[in-house]
């Protein structure tokens, strides 16, 4: 089964934590983020969403992030991480 994390409007600072937090409780599962309610993307959260696909891919699993809003995705190559187009559809 596909475990789904719905991402906040506010992705910062405060929310880095129990972000990272909730994702590791998922290890061991395919995961599918839903990024179409973000509004603010905030460095942190982006380097613990990059992390997590990075741990997924090693652990053989999928970390996919769907239906991500235009902020989400601008933000995302904003800050010169990989495409937010392949962050969206497949895994890490």
Same mark, same amino acid.
């Given at each position: 089964?596909?475990?789904?994390? *719905?991402?906040?409007?506010?992705?910062?600072?405060?929310? @880095? @934590?129990?972000?990272?937090?909730?994702?590791?409780?998922?290890? +061991?599962?395919?995961? *599918?983020?839903?990024?179409?309610?973000?509004?603010?993307? +905030?460095?942190?959260?982006?380097?613990?969403?990059? $992390?997590?696909?990075?741990?997924? @891919?090693?652990? +053989?699993? $999928?970390?996919?992030?769907?239906?991500? $809003?235009?902020?989400?995705?601008?933000?995302?190559?904003?800050?010169?991480?990989?495409? @937010?187009? $392949?962050?969206? +559809?497949?895994?890490?």
């Amino acid at each position: 089964m596909t475990a789904v994390v *719905v991402l906040p409007a506010v992705l910062d600072i405060q929310q @880095a @934590a129990p972000l990272r937090e909730e994702l590791l409780a998922l290890r +061991g599962q395919a995961v *599918v983020v839903d990024g179409s309610a973000v509004d603010r993307l +905030g460095a942190l959260c982006l380097q613990v969403l990059i $992390s997590a696909q990075q741990t997924w @891919a090693r652990d +053989g699993l $999928s970390l996919i992030i769907d239906q991500v $809003s235009e902020a989400f995705a601008s933000q995302w190559n904003a800050f010169g991480a990989p495409d @937010a187009a $392949s962050a969206r +559809g497949e895994a890490a």
